[in-house]
Nanobody, 122 residues
Framework: QVQLVESGGGLVQAGGSLRLSCAAS????????MGWFRQAPGKERELVAAISWNGGSTYSANSVKGRFTISRDNANTVSLQMNSLKPEDTAVYYC????????????????WGQGTQVTVSS
């Protein structure tokens, strides 16, 4: 069992930055790939970034490459640093845990947080 709680969302102007955090609990956290997804109104949920169990490999969607950075620490926290934010980044962002050790962008994620709203104004 893994519990995930996101924080750090909010309202920011275009060009600004936000840092999302995901606090994870559960014995298997350290052996899981972690990901950040987002879903905007009327759009499908998409994987934004993911990081392998040991932080050795990461994935970023083309739409956020060079702007968003995912990281994880030994204190069961996964973070998403978002810079140069654009209005099209507006969405609910979800932290998720995969049973896989390695990053598989289309792989299964079986635990989800409740989501945090990010709104970027133009």
């Amino acid at each position: 069992q893994v519990q995930l709680v996101e924080s750090g969302g909010g309202l920011v102007q275009a060009g600004g930055s936000l840092r999302l955090s995901c606090a994870a609990s559960g014995r298997t956290f350290s052996s899981r790939t972690m990901g950040w997804f987002r879903q905007a109104p009327g759009k499908e949920r998409e994987l934004v970034a993911a990081i392998s169990w040991n932080g050795g490999s990461t994935y970023s969607a083309n739409s956020v490459k060079g702007r968003f950075t995912i990281s994880r620490d030994n204190a069961n926290t996964v973070s998403l640093q978002m810079n140069s934010l654009k209005p099209e980044d507006t969405a609910v962002y979800y932290c998720a845990a995969s049973p896989s050790l390695v990053v598989v962008p289309k792989g299964r994620f079986d635990y989800w947080g409740q989501g945090t709203q990010v709104t970027v104004s133009s």
